[in-house]
């Protein structure tokens, strides 16, 4: 089945460690996001990234960081500067780098708690 | 920036037709608008997408006036199943090349049977 994959699906940890959050995509995708999301709330854009080796800041990036070496892959990094970790991580992808005209495919997410 | 304003949540009853309405006051030539439908706990799915007028799919409606300030989602003969949170979704290129997408505050829908 095709589709995009996020692991854990829930992921507890300490104040100060850093976590990483899986996302991978067998859609052949070029295209992959990465947003937050409170409760009651939307989602806000961490990062994108439209091609291989190459990603952008969306709204909130402080205190996340990302890579993107394979077209499948973009796992993202909640740093220790993260003043609110706590949140509902989602991954997209899409088939084009502008997201403003194509579908997004979202994953299931991981819900991240800072204890 | 183009921002959207939805209600914040709405009921219908079963078998009923449901509009959403989306302002988007500001939005730019070249901007798409787009509606996904989320679940508790799960990421958002598409539902449709336009630019004018109207588009229709198996499941929901888009109107958009021609000033295009403005989007319904139509959801014909709702059923319990379509309870979710709808957002409103307005594409937008900063002057920079970067993607600058704004989710809105989303319509939690409550089908009531």
Request: charged fraction near 20%; include cysteine; hydrophobic fraction near 30%.
């Amino acid at each position: 089945d095709g589709g995009i994959t996020q692991s854990p699906k829930y992921l507890f940890r300490k104040e100060g460690q850093n976590v990483t959050l899986s996302c991978e995509q067998n859609l052949n995708h070029d295209a992959m996001y990465w947003y937050r999301q409170d409760p009651g709330q939307g989602l806000r854009l961490i990062y994108y990234s439209q091609i291989v080796n190459d990603f952008q800041k969306g709204d909130i990036a402080e205190g996340y960081s990302v890579s993107r070496e394979k077209k499948e892959s973009f796992p993202l990094t909640v740093t220790s500067a993260q003043k609110n970790p706590t949140a509902f991580y989602l991954c997209a992808s899409s088939i084009r780098g502008r997201v403003a005209y194509n579908e997004q495919f979202f994953g299931p997410g991981t819900r991240l708690t800072v204890l | 920036l183009a921002k959207t304003t939805q209600p914040i949540s709405m009921d219908s009853y079963e078998g009923q037709e449901v509009n959403i309405t989306c302002s988007h006051n500001n939005i730019a030539t070249n901007d798409y608008i787009t509606w996904y439908q989320q679940f508790p706990s799960q990421g958002p799915r598409f539902i449709i997408q336009g630019y004018k007028t109207k588009v229709t799919n198996e499941v929901a409606s888009l109107f958009i006036p021609a000033d295009r300030k403005s989007s319904t989602l139509s959801l014909p003969r709702v059923s319990l199943s379509d309870t979710a949170v709808y957002y409103c979704l307005v594409g937008e290129i900063s002057n920079f090349g970067n993607e600058k997408l704004t989710f809105g505050t989303g319509t939690r829908l409550t089908i009531i049977p």
